[in-house]
């Protein structure tokens, strides 16, 4: 590369950084808001919101990459345009096909970081935040130490409690037991406290009150107690969870094995080469922004009022990109041979650019056209 070429790519990389760190913070603190109230007010502990957090952050910087693509192109060339240096530089015989070159090299490198998070970062992340998901949700604290709530972990079954203490004592504890409606029981405690047992966990409840109401006789049975034990463990939901989904496989294991695959994760085999294919496309479509970002600000000539059309015809361009994208996904799913339609939107991404490029090398080409039908018209 020339000095040129590296000064180029040196100021995209700058601004993509900046701004691929403003989106993420903001996607990302989003969900850690969310994902904040869901697991503190659940009972877990700040390492595990952490952990969580931390898994979504790859997924975040997938989607938010592209635009950081093309945020960086567009702003950098809009700034060596307003300064003159993309002047000055086709003054020394440096065409807009020219200097498309550390543009590409740009986008290659927004394409090889995009590989990596859609190849491996991306799968391995969400399984393993589906499986800490999983773990969380079978977590007896999860379910049950939230205080002030009226909780109900399994139908029929109402929990309260009214206050937990820094030593983990539960205070003033109600559990309704309804799943027999001709006989409803009703505990209630002072305190009470959560025991692990063998694999499963016991609520031990101390100076209460249990009464049973018997339907049929119409009568109330109350009963004392200074300690009471009750098994909570059925409560939990064990439910077995689905870690074969088509996002946690690798790329490697999509081309490799397509039908092990689509049978462990009951998918078709159609939607297994679309899901691999489109984790390529995603790469190349980086490329595409940078470039349809850099070529649409070479149009046009100097204005007082800005390039604010050319940001604007960018953005639009993009847009037409993913519709495109949107038009032919449906065709890619429905046929394994119709796969390569997937790639139809980097096609026109990259006709997009080769149009632009030609209108920029050639300045004023629709004014002569217009030109040269006035002239033969009045013929």
């Not at 700034?79 to 986008?107: C, D, H, K, N």
């Not at 773990?135 to 604290?141: K, N």
């Not at 059309?309 to 394994?336: I, R």
Request: proline letters at 4%.
């Amino acid at each position: 590369m020339t000095r040129f070429d590296r000064y180029m790519l040196s100021q995209f990389m700058v601004l993509f950084g900046f701004f691929a760190l403003v989106l993420v913070s903001i996607f990302w603190i989003n969900k850690a808001v969310r994902m904040f109230d869901r697991l503190i007010g659940d009972g877990q502990p700040a390492w595990v919101f952490l952990e969580f957090t931390a898994l979504t952050l790859p997924a975040v910087i997938g989607v938010v990459l592209p635009i950081a693509g093309f945020a960086g192109a567009v702003y950098v060339t809009n700034r060596l345009s307003t300064e003159s240096e993309l002047t000055v530089m086709q003054a020394t015989g440096y065409s807009p096909w020219r200097m498309m070159r550390p543009v590409v090299i740009y986008g290659l490198i927004l394409a090889v970081m995009m590989s990596i998070l859609t190849h491996f970062l991306i799968p391995n992340s969400l399984k393993t935040l589906r499986m800490r998901q999983a773990e969380v949700a079978q977590s007896i604290s999860a379910k049950f130490l939230t205080e002030g709530e009226f909780l109900h972990p399994a139908k029929g079954i109402t929990f309260y409690i009214r206050e937990i203490t820094p030593e983990g004592e539960l205070r003033n504890v109600f559990l309704s037991d309804q799943r027999n409606r001709e006989e409803p029981v009703t505990y209630s405690s002072t305190k009470a406290y959560l025991v692990p047992e063998g694999e499963g966990t016991k609520l031990v409840m101390l100076t209460g009150l249990s009464q049973t109401y018997d339907r049929e006789a119409n009568r109330l049975f109350a009963t004392h107690f200074d300690d009471f034990s009750y098994d909570i463990s059925t409560l939990v939901s064990r439910n077995p969870q689905n870690h074969e989904r088509l996002e946690f496989v690798s790329t490697g294991d999509i081309f490799m094995s397509s039908s092990d695959v689509a049978e462990r994760t009951h998918a078709p085999i159609e939607h297994v080469l679309y899901e691999g294919h489109s984790r390529i496309q995603q790469a190349l479509l980086c490329i595409i922004a940078a470039m349809i970002g850099f070529a649409t600000l070479l149009l046009g000539t100097y204005s007082r009022f800005g390039v604010w059309w050319q940001v604007v015809t960018a953005f639009l361009l993009l847009v037409a990109v993913k519709l495109v994208e949107g038009a032919v996904s449906g065709a890619a799913l429905s046929s394994p041979t119709m796969t390569w339609l997937i790639y139809l939107p980097v096609l026109f991404g990259v006709g997009i650019t080769i149009v632009l490029l030609y209108c920029a090398s050639n300045p004023g080409l629709f004014r002569r056209l217009l030109k040269r039908k006035n002239i033969r018209g009045p013929a």
